[in-house]
Every structure is written in C-alpha cells, then in structure tokens.
C-alpha cells in the first residue's frame, strides 16, 4: 500500500517559468511534510517542509502548500532554472520517536533554458 | 552545519566479504537512520536508531547488522551479501523533538556485491 504517491513520473518546464510537484497522499496521521531534491549517485538534500498545523510555507523561489481535507501537497519553484533539473521526492511523517519518513516514487523534473 | 558523512564512496564486495560502513553527524541528532536506494526508486528504510538504541528494524536480512557506537556515529555492518544487495546506501539523522522533523542524509555510499 503507497501511502505517499507522486503521479507524474517527469515534469518539463521551461526556464523562468513555474514548475508545480503535486503529491497525495493516505495517512491522516501524517503531521509532517517534507520535499527533497536529488541528483544521480547522491543523497537527498532537504528543501523545504511544512507542519500539519499550516498551509504554506515559503522559502524563497520554493513554496510548499498542504491540503488537509485533499490529502494533497504541493511544491511550487518560481523562477525555475536549469540547475533544479532533479528528481523530487515528497515525504511524510507522523513525527514521534522514531520521525519514521514515508518517501513517495519520485518526479523528474527536466527544466529547459 | 548540517552535514551528514560517510564512508567508503564507493565499496565492491565479493558475497564472502565483510565490510562495514561508517556514519557519522555532528549536529546533536538522536536519531539516525539507514536507508537503501536502487536506480529510479525512492530510498527504503532499513533501520531507525533513537537515542542510540535500535527502536525499528524493517524486516531485513540478517547479513546487514547494524551498530550505533554513540549518539554521533552509526556504522552498517555487511556480511554474505547477494548481489541483489547492489544499491546506494544513505545514513540520515534527525531530531526528535521540537517543530522541526527534516532529517539530513549523508551523500551515500555504493555498493556493488560481486
């Protein structure tokens, strides 16, 4: 059973214009949201994340937007560039003592100059 | 600082080897996990360590043993491994308490079992 999913294998954008990840995911139990950026043969970088108690969260060109009631999440790159040409994976947690991540399947996203 | 190291970048093992890796962190995390990623999958969870002790093993094999000498440090110890066992290994630490839960990986090390 997937509990995080990521529907969209690749994602193609120009450059400048914005890029949308979405991911759903099953669990209401989650409390915990997270995004990472990943290049081939290297570990996941942490981007952004956001706290069930919210429904954005910003960080410069990322935005991450949460949808309770959908079990829907969201991250937005304005402006996108070349150099986030990766895979993004969302992730989720119900936090505790473990903090154990649910990883979803991953979107390529192929951003074009 | 949130950076995540380990060791060796790269290891080729044949299936009668042992061979360990090696994590270590600095940012006062007490927990510490190891994950396993093959091509064009999402990272697997293979272990949790909270407060140095082992609190998740998800189901895997006995011929990988983990060990976490101290709150800084885990290691991965690898014995008759099957070539099926070929992936990028990846050690993260998180805390576990506050407002924050992003947990920091290391940049990985691959294994090929020969």
């Known amino acids: 059973d997937q509990q995080v999913k990521q529907n969209s294998p690749s994602l193609s954008v120009q450059e400048g214009r914005i890029s949308i990840l979405n991911c759903d995911y099953t669990n209401s139990m989650f409390d915990y949201f997270l995004w990472y950026k990943k290049y081939p043969a290297e570990g996941p970088t942490f981007l952004i994340s956001i706290s069930s108690i919210k429904d954005k969260n910003e960080d410069g060109r990322f935005t991450v937007f949460l949808n309770k009631s959908a079990k829907h999440l969201s991250l937005h790159i304005v402006p996108s560039q070349p150099g986030d040409s990766a895979v993004y994976f969302c992730a989720a947690s119900e936090g505790g003592a473990t903090n154990k991540l649910i990883f979803g399947t991953g979107t390529l996203l192929a951003v074009q100059p | 600082d949130t950076e995540v190291t380990q060791t060796p970048k790269h290891l080729v093992m044949g299936m009668t080897n042992k061979k360990s890796l090696k994590c270590e962190q600095h940012m006062g995390h007490r927990a510490m996990y190891w994950y396993k990623q093959k091509a064009k999958k999402p990272p697997e969870l293979m272990f949790v360590?909270?407060?140095?002790?082992?609190?998740i093993n998800e189901s895997v094999p006995s011929r990988f043993s983990p060990e976490c000498p101290n709150s800084s440090l885990l290691n991965l110890h690898l014995h008759a491994l099957q070539p099926e066992d070929s992936a990028l290994y990846l050690c993260?630490?998180?805390?576990?308490?506050?407002?924050?839960?992003?947990?920091?990986f290391g940049p990985g090390t691959r294994l090929t079992v020969t």
């Open positions: 360590y909270s407060y140095e002790k082992l609190s």
């Open positions: 993260a630490s998180s805390q576990l308490w506050g407002d924050s839960y992003e947990q920091y």
